[in-house]
């Protein structure tokens, strides 16, 4: 059977193409026009995937994203025409897996649609969890919380992906491509930006009150996880 999508947009002629383009591209698709009826049409029927803007009437994206969220780990875009980083980092935080702005090609659209239902099927590749240590910063795969001396981290599921690559890479370049592949599974980088949110949340995250940097820019190339200078 084809991959179940559900479309919540509010923007009629926006949730048209995409249903129309899904469709013509072998999936199924369904689409909902609020928040609201977004959330029970994924009750009634979980999707394998939810394209979500973040603007809705009754029921904005956020709230949508952290219900969806709470009640699964179905992979969730997020469309949004807001061009803030603060907008974006607070979808990625309440729980979508990516986020696309407005306006976009579809090809990139499906593009991303590929990417996570690929990475939703793909089988771990450890069932034994461990920690990871890196000078004071532990990553324990088992809990997928990071502790950086004696505070404990909670990361979303991205953040976790980007911090465990990093972690079992220290003190090596990670190219851009490098890290979409691993991570995203995109084959390509695009204009998107999504690294350099998701980067500057996790060193929100890992080096507040003052703690010394470990994950460094290598400018024009990538980020590297090493000692400070």
């Not at 603007?55 to 949004?80: H, K, Q, W, Y």
Request: charged share 30%; glycine share 6%.
């Amino acid at each position: 059977m084809p991959d179940h999508i559900l479309i919540v947009e509010d923007d009629e002629r926006i949730a048209n193409m995409l249903r129309r383009g899904l469709i013509f591209e072998g999936y199924e698709a369904d689409v909902a026009h609020t928040g609201t009826d977004g959330l029970a049409k994924a009750r009634e029927r979980m999707p394998e995937m939810v394209i979500l803007d973040l603007m809705l009437p009754e029921m904005d994206g956020m709230e949508v994203c952290r219900r969806l969220r709470a009640a699964g780990d179905v992979p969730i875009l997020m469309l949004t025409a807001k061009d803030a980083i603060g907008d974006r980092v607070a979808g990625l935080d309440a729980g979508a897996d990516d986020y696309l702005a407005k306006p976009f090609a579809f090809e990139e659209l499906l593009a991303r649609v590929r990417a996570l239902l690929r990475r939703a099927v793909k089988a771990p590749t450890s069932t034994t969890p461990e920690v990871i240590k890196f000078m004071d910063l532990e990553l324990d795969t088992g809990t997928r919380q990071a502790r950086r001396g004696a505070k404990v981290i909670d990361l979303t599921a991205k953040e976790y992906d980007l911090l465990h690559l990093f972690m079992r890479h220290p003190r090596q370049v990670l190219t851009r491509d490098q890290i979409f592949d691993d991570v995203w599974g995109y084959d390509f980088g695009g204009e998107s930006n999504i690294i350099e949110v998701y980067v500057r949340y996790l060193r929100m995250k890992l080096e507040d009150d003052e703690l010394t940097r470990l994950i460094h820019t290598a400018r024009g190339v990538g980020y590297v996880l090493r000692e400070p200078t």
